[in-house]
């Protein structure tokens, strides 16, 4: 016999629903917190690094420019 048999079952069901709160919260948690997880770069991100670093010239980044923004 446990002295505490009826308390046992309450604190374990109460650790199961901090666990699932906590795991569903690292899930939700927004993708733009400063130092955390980083955005995914959209086409026009990846457009701008390639003209910046000197892999397409002018004409071609804005002709592929206008193709996103259509």
Excluded at 32 to 61: C, H, M, N, V, W
């Amino acid at each position: 016999m446990h002295l505490f048999e009826g308390h046992y079952w309450g604190m374990h069901i109460f650790w199961w629903v901090v666990w699932v709160i906590f795991i569903i919260w690292i899930f939700v948690t927004p993708w733009d917190i400063p130092g955390q997880r980083t955005k995914k770069e959209t086409p026009l991100d990846i457009l701008k690094k390639r003209y910046a670093s000197g892999e397409i010239d002018r004409q071609q980044f804005e002709d592929m420019r206008k193709d996103l923004q259509n």
